[in-house]
C-alpha cells in the first residue's frame, strides 16, 4: 500500500491516502513515498511523466512491471500538492547550493 506516515516537519506531509503497490517509511528514502519492494521513489516516476515520457517508456528506464509504474502515477495523482512541493523544495536547495558555491 501507498501509505502515510509522518516525515520531516521541514517537508511536505503525506495526507493518510493509500494506494496499492507503494509506501512510505521514514526509514527509507527519507520518509519519501516508493515503488514497494523497490528502491524506485514516485517522486522520480512522477518527473519521468512529466517530462514526458509514456508508463511503457519509464518502464523502459526502470526495472519496474507497468503495474508499478501506475501505481506510483496513481499515489502521484493523489498526492500532487505534496509531491510537487518535494519536488520544488529540493531544486530551491540545489539552486541554492549552486549560488553558494
Known amino acids: 500500500m501507498c501509505s502515510s506516515r509522518v516525515r520531516d516537519p521541514a517537508r511536505a506531509e503525506f495526507?493518510?491516502?493509500f494506494?496499492?503497490?507503494c509506501t512510505s517509511d521514514p526509514a527509507i528514502k527519507g520518509g519519501r513515498a516508493v515503488v514497494?519492494?523497490?528502491g524506485a521513489t514516485v517522486r522520480s516516476i512522477a518527473i519521468?511523466?512529466?517530462q514526458g515520457l509514456s508508463p511503457e517508456e519509464i518502464v523502459g528506464e526502470l526495472p519496474l512491471a507497468l503495474a508499478?509504474?501506475?501505481a506510483a502515477l496513481a499515489f502521484y495523482h493523489l498526492?500532487?500538492?505534496e509531491i510537487e512541493?518535494?519536488?520544488s523544495a529540493d531544486a530551491e536547495a540545489i539552486l541554492m547550493?549552486?549560488?553558494d558555491a
Open 15 to 17: 495526507t493518510g491516502l
Open 19 to 21: 494506494t496499492p503497490g
Open 36 to 38: 514497494s519492494d523497490t
Open 48 to 50: 519521468m511523466y512529466k
Open 68 to 70: 508499478q509504474v501506475y
Open 79 to 81: 498526492h500532487t500538492e
Open 85 to 87: 512541493a518535494d519536488i
Open 97 to 99: 547550493g549552486s549560488a
